[in-house]
């Protein structure tokens, strides 16, 4: 397969300026950009201005010439991120970016490793200090202006720290000065090191951390790893796994069963774990809901739980939001990473000579009456680097002892 020239050079991300073919591939790209912005999203001016977003574009077309191929990816990371809806994103999906060994999450406000390569299994747990002499809390300053599909402070934390190890970003922003090796400075206990790490197209995370712990269920049905019905030894309270969605008519049939067996045993707890979930189609969730409904069996006043997190995102917080209300469920977790009154439905375009894809926001919803920039828990339960380096899940845990079973 013959790609353009510009994709050619999309795709290795070399740190050096346009060329001239790339700068009227580029200018024609950002025209098309715009267009189509304006063209198909719901509302794209709600919160930066027609004048703004239009004198962004003019003057990022007038710079292609001084800039590198990376900066000219955080400019527009950074332009399609004042829009300002966790739909609408400049993703780099398509760019086969490079990526250094690690992936980090904010907890308590600083970064740790919480996968890697076995390579490098000594630092799963360790705090980012430093990249090549910044320290850690300006990088993730950087990160949160351009960071995709990050819609609330939360979800901001999640993106950034997924985007921080990639190489050609951290060029772009000029953190580093190539893509082929960077100093990271890690606390492993009091243990101040430096690692020099190289990164990879194809990094194998095969070492990892996890609070999620559900092995105390045992599965009853289980359709893939991320979705799937358990219980307790005595049946009477029913774990259901909501991790990934699916569609209607499987969601419908593994619902027909959870509801036989909950009638069939008589369960009186539920407790429905919509933790790690960005989302799909939540009419697969409502469809969920109309079918539990009808268990009677179920401690309708106080025994439904949902458990959410900062990555419930998208149709996920919009199904927590609905079986608050639909299932009198009791939130236990973490503020969601998208706001219950936005602008959701993801639609996407291609931009046509780079390939580059671009995410835009199609509708606007209001799943609660206020103007709160996350749905927040009854129950506020934190999570530690401990709980990830112990496996605790202390929102879990909260729930059964909630229930009397701790």
């Known amino acids: 397969m013959k790609f353009p020239v510009l994709l050619l050079s999309m795709l290795s991300l070399h740190c050096y300026a346009v060329n001239d073919v790339e700068i009227k591939n580029w200018k ?20 930066i201005s027609k004048q703004s977003f239009n004198e962004e574009v003019t003057q990022l077309k007038r710079s292609l010439s001084s800039l590198t191929e990376n900066q000219l990816l955080i400019e527009l990371m950074k332009l399609t991120h004042k829009i300002g809806d966790g739909h609408t994103s400049f993703p780099l999906w398509g760019a086969n970016l490079k990526s250094f060994p690690i992936q980090l999450k904010v907890l308590n406000g600083e970064l740790y490793v919480i996968k890697t390569t076995m390579d490098f299994k000594h630092l799963l747990g360790a705090k980012l200090e430093k990249i090549n002499g910044m320290n850690a809390e300006e990088i993730y300053r950087l990160f949160s202006q351009l960071t995709p599909f990050s819609e609330n402070k939360y979800s901001t934390q999640v993106r950034a720290a997924q985007y921080i190890p990639k190489a050609e970003l951290l060029n772009g922003l000029g953190i580093i000065n190539d893509t082929f090796q960077a100093r990271f400075t890690f606390t492993i206990g009091k243990e101040l090191i430096e690692q020099q790490l190289e990164p990879s197209h194809s990094n194998e995370y095969t070492a990892e951390l996890t609070y999620l712990n559900n092995s105390i269920f045992s599965i009853e049905e289980k359709l893939n790893e991320n979705l799937w019905f358990g219980s307790l030894n005595d049946k009477k309270v029913v774990y259901f796994k909501f991790r990934r969605y699916t569609s209607i008519s499987k969601m419908e049939s593994l619902g027909e069963d959870l509801l036989s067996f909950i009638n069939k045993n008589k369960s009186k707890k539920l407790i429905i774990d919509l933790r790690d979930n960005y989302g799909g189609d939540f009419f697969v969730g409502l469809k969920l809901a109309q079918l539990l409904v009808l268990a009677d069996s179920i401690d309708w006043k106080s025994g439904v739980y949902v458990l959410i997190d900062n990555v419930t995102f998208s149709a996920a917080m919009s199904n927590a939001a609905q079986f608050s209300q639909l299932l009198n469920a009791q939130l236990i977790g973490e503020p969601t990473g998208s706001k219950p009154s936005g602008y959701q439905d993801m639609g996407q375009f ?4 780079s390939n580059l894809e671009v995410t835009y926001s199609k509708r606007l919803y209001h799943f609660t009456s206020d103007l709160k920039d996350a749905l927040y828990p009854d129950i506020n339960i934190g999570v530690s680097i401990d709980d990830y380096i112990s496996n605790k899940d202390p929102q879990l845990k909260w729930i059964l002892n909630d229930m009397g079973l701790n």
Do not use: C, G, Q, V
Not at 350 to 353: E, H, M, S
């Open 28 to 47: 024609a790209d950002l025209e098309f950009y715009s267009k189509k912005m304006s063209e198909e999203h719901i509302d794209l001016y709600h919160t």
């Open 350 to 353: 291609i931009l046509p000579n």
